[in-house]
């Protein structure tokens, strides 16, 4: 049998490594998942790099929020490989690891940002406790340090130190959704799932929560991955971006190549729906 690889595969393969230099942080390989018979989500792969922000766009029902599910383990996949390069372990087959090692993953060097923060803080605690509780369950003990970092992370959102003690239940939306990032970053992950973050949000709102969001994945040098249907949510946040249509990635490449020139009739469809509003 030939090993042999073609031009075009010896390419990509050059121009890959000296465009990102690094590993991998996650390489997703051929992930279907199916509800009796009807398709979330068919043989989507691609790799994430340190540092890179992926968009993930798509109509309703094409399967983003299912392919965003699988890849932070909250959805078993029905086929497929999704590796994380982790901090701990090196690679590793998330699928492979036991309930425990995937909540230590998730507390550690994952976040998840829910579309609606009320699906990502504890309602009934203060905005502190909200941000502290996720320090403790990384094993945080002296009581000051943790206040204190706490209402540093308030400061980054946003929020007036004066809101420490107040429940997210008197906070605006904004606000929510604002804490619902300090309470996702405090513990310094380097992978983080967004799903809608601004969904919901009046627009000047969410001009405000995009900036800060990209100011933090830029300070951070965070790893993210995106699920929005705003068009306006990818050019501003994502590196690369991958559009979706009934569970398949129909189109890839960098966001401002893919908007600017799409191939793809329905992504044509997408951007120009989005020009004429
Ligand atoms: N729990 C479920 N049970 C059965 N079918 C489901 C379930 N969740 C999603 N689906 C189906 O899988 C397909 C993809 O849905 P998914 O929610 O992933 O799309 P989406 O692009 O995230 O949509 P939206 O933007 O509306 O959230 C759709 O046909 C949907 O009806």
């Given at each position: 049998m030939s090993?042999?690889?073609?031009?075009?595969e010896v390419g990509q393969e050059v121009s890959e490594k000296s465009w990102h230099r690094a590993k991998p942080l996650l390489s997703?390989?051929?992930?279907?998942k199916s509800y009796d018979g009807r398709v979330g989500c068919a043989d989507v792969s691609f790799d994430l790099y340190p540092g890179e922000v992926m968009g993930i766009v798509g109509e309703s029902g094409s399967g983003k929020s299912t392919l965003l599910n699988c890849l932070a383990g909250h959805l078993t996949p029905d086929r497929g490989e999704i590796l994380f390069d982790s901090r701990a372990g090196g690679l590793?087959?998330?699928?492979?690891?036991?309930e425990p090692e995937r909540r230590m993953l998730a507390r550690t060097e994952w976040a998840f940002v829910h579309q609606n923060p009320r699906d990502g803080l504890r309602m009934g605690v203060s905005a502190g406790g909200n941000v502290g509780e996720r320090l403790m369950a990384v094993g945080a003990r002296h009581y000051g340090r943790i206040r204190a970092s706490a209402i540093d992370w308030l400061d980054r959102v946003e929020i007036a130190a004066d809101r420490v003690d107040d429940r997210p239940s008197a906070f605006s939306g904004g606000m929510q959704q604002r804490l619902q990032i300090a309470r996702n970053l405090v513990t310094g992950p380097r992978l983080v799932f967004m799903d809608e973050p601004t969904g919901g949000l009046d627009v000047s709102v969410q001009a405000r929560l995009l900036d800060l969001v990209r100011g933090l994945v830029r300070e951070m040098g965070l790893s993210a991955i995106v699920v929005t249907h705003d068009l306006a949510v990818v050019r501003l946040l994502a590196d690369r971006l991958m559009v979706m249509k009934s569970g398949q990635v129909i189109e890839a490449g960098l966001t401002d190549q893919v908007l600017d020139d799409p191939q793809h009739a329905y992504t044509q469809l997408l951007v120009s729906s989005v020009l004429q509003v």
């Open positions: 090993t042999a690889r073609s031009f075009d997703v390989r051929g992930v279907a590793r087959d998330t699928q492979a690891m036991s």
